[in-house]
T-cell receptor, first 113, second 113 residues
């Protein structure tokens, strides 16, 4: 079955760049997503990338996709304390289950002043 | 635009009681999902509706759990009887269709004593 792996913790200083990494197993995934979850809140969609793209940039966010290695990363430039949250990587399933998202366990990003 | 609306935000009840969680999806979205989030298991898909019809309920833990979607703007998830191991955060999400991003509500934090 599909599996998505992420490191559990990342700590950075304010103003530095953060890079959150994710690996997945379903080589036929069509879309890959990044969600942000703040304490007590739901998952907020940050960005997503279609599997035939290598990179997507949206303001301070850059997503890189290495389809050969099944590796996805999210770079946050000029990280702020408000970026402290849990970040989830998710892949969409293929074929008849393409409505399903498989989520990683999440990476807790801590931004230190 | 209003996002996915869930109620209640918090629910504390004694084991054996019936619990009903409610969700209003984003207007125009034809797919709705119920998820459960726990520290141990992360995010688990419980059930998926498309055009108000349950398509995949393979994630529903047991017969104590049931979900309905009587119309395009309302869904319920019911647990009867509730047990302490049902304590979790329950999320509802909706989307325009397959391979479209899922948008999450803020969740219901359920505690069964």
């Amino acid at each position: 079955g599909e599996d998505v792996e992420q490191s559990l913790f990342l700590s950075v200083r304010e103003g530095d760049s953060s890079v959150i990494n994710c690996t997945y197993t379903d080589s036929s995934s069509t879309y890959l997503y990044w969600y942000k979850q703040e304490p007590g809140a739901g998952l907020q969609l940050l960005t997503y990338i279609f599997s035939n793209m290598d990179m997507k940039q949206d303001q301070r966010l850059t997503v890189l996709l290495n389809k050969k290695d099944k590796h996805l990363s999210l770079r946050i430039a000029d990280t702020q304390t408000g970026d402290s949250a849990i970040y989830f990587c998710a892949e969409s399933s293929s074929g008849g289950s393409n409505y399903k998202l498989t989520f990683g366990k999440g990476t807790l990003l801590t931004v230190n002043p | 635009d209003a996002g996915v609306i869930q109620s209640p935000r918090h629910e504390v009840t004694e084991m054996g009681q019936e619990v009903t969680l409610r969700c209003k999806p984003i207007s125009g979205h034809n797919s709705l999902f119920w998820y459960r989030q726990t520290m141990m298991r992360g995010l688990e898909l419980l059930i998926y509706f498309n055009n108000n019809v349950p398509i995949d309920d393979s994630g529903m833990p047991e017969d104590r759990f049931s979900a309905k979607m009587p119309n395009a703007s309302f869904s319920t998830l019911k647990i009867q009887p509730s047990e302490p191991r049902d304590s979790a955060v329950y999320f509802c999400a909706s989307t325009l269709g397959v391979n479209q991003p899922q948008h999450f509500g803020d969740g219901t934090r359920l505690s069964i004593l």
